[in-house]
C-alpha cells in the first residue's frame, strides 16, 4: 500500500510521515505542496519523491493520500483525490462551510472511495478507557461532560481567516465535540457560546466559552482557546469530565508525562510518554483502507463537529442560543 502527502502546511503532516515510516504495510512514497520549498524540504528530510503538479502526483500508483493543507483547501485536495480513486485522510476540520463538507462526503461516496478525518484524540488510551467504562454503565445515566482544548497559538495561516475559516473555537473545538459524540451517540442541538479575541491583538478569535445540549438531554461544557504561552511547559491540554449518576471521572489525554528541568532554554518542561495518538489515527486508516471498511471516523463525524463549532460562532455574534 503506497501512501502520500499533500502539503505540509499543517504541523501535523511531520507526525502522520514519522508514523507512515514505522509501518511494513504500508510504504510513504510522494510529497505534493503548492509551496514548492517546503514540499521539497519535507521530500528530502523523508526520502521521498516530491511532486509540484497535483496531477502528476495523483497519476502515480498511490493507494493512499493524507491532506495536511489550510483549512480552506481541503475540499479542492478531497475533490481531486476522490476523482482520482485515491482514498483520503483529511486533516481536521472536514472544512470551514457545512456545503462543502457535504460535497466532498458526496463526491467520496459516489467514486467510492474513503473519507476519513483526522481526530487523533480517538486513539488516546485514556480516552477510549473513558469510553469503555461508558459503554459497561460504569457511569449509570450520563448527565453531563466539561470539556477543554487549551493550546497554543499556532500563528501563521491559523489565524488568517480566509484560509482557517476560524480560530480557535474551530480549532479546538471540532475535537472535544467529535469526542462527547463518539461516547453518547448522540447529536447535538443547541449551542450557546461566546468567542473573541482576548490573549492576542489579532483579528481572530482565539479564546471561547461555550455550552451544549444533546438530543437526550446531556448538557456539556467546552473551553478552547490558544491561551498557553510559549513558555508553559507543555503544548496544552485536552480534558474531559464525565458526571454521571453513579460516578464522575476527570481525564487529561495529555496527562502521562513527566516534568523535567534544564538547566538553559526553556528551564521547566513536560514529556509526554503515552500513547502516540498520531500513529494510532494512522494505523487506523491503513487497516480500513486495507479492509476495505467503513473508516472509524466518518466524513460524517467531521461534518457534524464542524456544524457545532460553527453554530458556536453564530451564537456569539447573534448573542443567543443557536439550535441544530
Not at 221 to 239: I, K, M, N, Q
Request: include cysteine; glycine fraction near 6%.
Amino acid at each position: 500500500m503506497k501512501v502520500g502527502i499533500i502539503s505540509f502546511a499543517h504541523m501535523h503532516a511531520y507526525s502522520y510521515a514519522n508514523s507512515l515510516q514505522n509501518f511494513t504495510e504500508a510504504e510513504f512514497t510522494a510529497i505534493y505542496d503548492d509551496e514548492e520549498e517546503r514540499g521539497r524540504e519535507a521530500a528530502d528530510q523523508y526520502g521521498v519523491t516530491f511532486y509540484a503538479n497535483l496531477d502528476e502526483f495523483l497519476a502515480t500508483d498511490l493507494d493512499a493520500v493524507i491532506i495536511c493543507s489550510e483549512n480552506s483547501k481541503h475540499k479542492q485536495f478531497v475533490l481531486q483525490s476522490a476523482k482520482a480513486k485515491k482514498h483520503i485522510l483529511c486533516e481536521k476540520p472536514i472544512a470551514t462551510n457545512l456545503e462543502d463538507a457535504q460535497e466532498m462526503i458526496d463526491v467520496c461516496e459516489k467514486e467510492n472511495v474513503i473519507l476519513q478525518i483526522a481526530y487523533p484524540v480517538r486513539f488516546s488510551q485514556p480516552m477510549r478507557e473513558l469510553k469503555e467504562k461508558i459503554d459497561q454503565g460504569d457511569f449509570g445515566e450520563i448527565l453531563a461532560f466539561r470539556t477543554t482544548n487549551r493550546g497554543q497559538n499556532p500563528g501563521g495561516w491559523f489565524i488568517e481567516k480566509d484560509k482557517s475559516g476560524g480560530g480557535a473555537v474551530l480549532d479546538h473545538t471540532v475535537h472535544m465535540v467529535d469526542i462527547m459524540r463518539w461516547y453518547l451517540g448522540e447529536e447535538v442541538t443547541e449551542v450557546r457560546a461566546i468567542a473573541d479575541s482576548y490573549f492576542y491583538d489579532i483579528d481572530i478569535d482565539d479564546a471561547g466559552i461555550m455550552t451544549l445540549q444533546f438530543e437526550n438531554g446531556v448538557i456539556a461544557s467546552h473551553d478552547a482557546s490558544w491561551s498557553r504561552l510559549p513558555s508553559y511547559p507543555t503544548w496544552g491540554d485536552v480534558t474531559i469530565e464525565v458526571i454521571g449518576t453513579k460516578k464522575s471521572q476527570k481525564i487529561d489525554a495529555l496527562a502521562e508525562h513527566v516534568d523535567v528541568f534544564h538547566a538553559d532554554g526553556k528551564p521547566f518542561e513536560h514529556t509526554f510518554y503515552g500513547n502516540d495518538m498520531d500513529y494510532g489515527l494512522i494505523k487506523d486508516f491503513i487497516d480500513c483502507v486495507k479492509e476495505g471498511r467503513e473508516p472509524s471516523i466518518t466524513g460524517y463525524d467531521g461534518l457534524k463537529s464542524l456544524e457545532v463549532s460553527l453554530a458556536a460562532y453564530e451564537s456569539s455574534r447573534k448573542n443567543k442560543a443557536i439550535n441544530l
